[in-house]
């Protein structure tokens, strides 16, 4: 595939995905279901699996999710991200530093060791099970955020845990993930005490890359005298959360980490109107693409008998280790039950990183076609079931409240 030719597919699947995923949000807001859900309906639909297979393009598939697309996805996230990390400021994240570590670890311990027990009760092999465990383990957070932030709820308290956990959550989860990858290309078992010690140092990076960007950002950005231009404001705040998302990157952390850093470096400067009115632009055209290219990633054309047996136990565990594992904890710091089980439905969704562990699997050989598509099923199922429980869930009370 030429330059050009490359070029072209990944324009018309941006304008296709982005089209498609405004027109459906736009009927699941009018039947009064989420907008991510419709977002991410348009995503399959359109996706290469669905109709952008059909060959509409000089003989081949109309979309094709190549590199490019990918990358865009990613850069929603990145913006979904930085946007959450602007309604927490420093002092909220760590006055609330406790409770979100210990939500998201037990958030992250209770599926991994469920899901990796169950399926060797079944008879997988150990590589295999800790791969669909590792799949269960990290929370999708930019599903949860765009349902909070149209629900108007991002600033609860319930909504903050949510957000501080799911940090904590994928930081440990991506170390889980570093781990069992090291064991899938290597073939070796790894010491529990270097185990430890990755994760600690993981834990270590992220709690310096996130004390440097309180420290330097509102200092650079914040400075009235300094930026004077128009837009010049707006223009270094870009650059500065897509440059700690990459630094992030190469210290082995998600990209999605060093952005929701510098939204909540930012989130207590005199500038933050100024950008929450700008990101909010950016949103309207990077959230719902990356909603419709997680979509088009669903592949359910392997389903069969044995496929849906194993999803459906994989999807409840998913749903109760995420509801149990987060919600009781949560209890202990909310003392509230409804608010409690809100931050176990929020973490339920699963995403990108569940998709990264199919693709490591299915890649070096050790999952199984059927093995891939079940995990591919969960990823698709928790992460549309997720903006449903959460808005029914505050619906039920508003409803109460109007009793």
Same mark, same amino acid.
């Given at each position: ?11 018309? @699947? ?16 009018? =039947? ?9 309906? @348009? ?7 669905? +109709? ?12 094709? +999710? ?59 092999? @150990?590589?295999?099970? !800790? ?47 570093? #781990? ?10 790894? &010491? ?52 700690? =998302? ?18 909540? =470096? ?12 700008? #990101? ?18 669903? &592949? ?23 509801? #149990? ?5 949560? !209890? ?8 409690? !089980?809100? #931050? ?32 591919? +099923?969960?990823? @698709? ?23």
């Amino acid at each position: 595939m030429t330059v050009e030719t490359e070029l072209i597919r990944t324009i018309i @699947a941006i304008c296709l995905f982005l089209f498609a995923a405004k027109l459906l949000a736009e009927g699941f807001h009018r =039947a009064k279901l989420p907008i991510v859900l419709g977002e991410l309906v @348009a995503g399959m639909i359109i996706g290469p699996f669905a +109709l952008g297979g059909l060959p509409l393009f000089n003989g081949e598939p109309l979309i094709v +999710l190549n590199e490019s697309i990918r990358v865009i996805g990613e850069i929603g996230a990145i913006v979904i991200l930085f946007i959450g990390g602007l309604h927490v400021t420093p002092r909220e994240f760590f006055k609330g530093g406790i409770a979100s570590f210990t939500v998201g670890s037990i958030g992250v311990i209770i599926p991994f060791f469920v899901g990796y027990y169950v399926f060797t009760l079944f008879g997988f092999e @150990a590589l295999q099970s !800790m791969l669909v465990a590792t799949a269960l383990t990290a929370t999708s957070i930019a599903i949860s955020i765009q349902v909070l932030s149209h629900l108007g709820k991002l600033q609860a308290p319930e909504a903050k845990l949510i957000l501080g956990a799911a940090i904590v959550d994928d930081i440990l989860a991506l170390a889980v993930l570093s #781990v069992v990858t090291s064991m899938v290309q290597t073939g070796a078992t790894v &010491n529990p005490i270097e185990i430890a010690f990755l994760i600690m140092k993981v834990l270590g990076f992220f709690a310096v890359l996130l004390i440097a960007s309180i420290v330097i950002l509102p200092k650079v950005i914040a400075r009235a005298d300094l930026w004077k231009a128009k837009g010049s404001v707006e223009a270094v705040s870009t650059a500065a959360f897509f440059g700690i =998302a990459a630094l992030a990157a190469l210290i082995g952390l998600s990209p999605i980490v060093g952005a929701f850093a510098a939204g909540m =470096a930012l989130a207590s400067t005199p500038v933050l109107k100024r950008l929450e009115e700008y #990101v909010g632009k950016l949103e309207f055209i990077f959230a719902p693409l990356f909603f419709a290219i997680i979509g088009a990633q669903v &592949n359910l054309t392997g389903l069969n008998v044995e496929v849906l047996l194993l999803g459906g136990i994989i999807i409840a565990i998913a749903i109760v280790t995420k509801i #149990v594992g987060c919600g009781l904890p949560a !209890m202990l710091f909310l003392k509230n039950k409804n608010k409690s !089980m809100k #931050v176990g439905i929020g973490m339920v969704s699963r995403g990108e990183v569940g998709l990264i562990v199919a693709g490591v699997g299915v890649t070096s050989g050790v999952l199984t076609g059927n093995v891939y598509t079940i995990v591919i +099923l969960m990823v @698709a199922v928790t992460t549309i079931i997720t903006p449903i429980l959460l808005k029914w869930s505050y619906n039920k009370d508003e409803v109460k409240v109007n009793k």
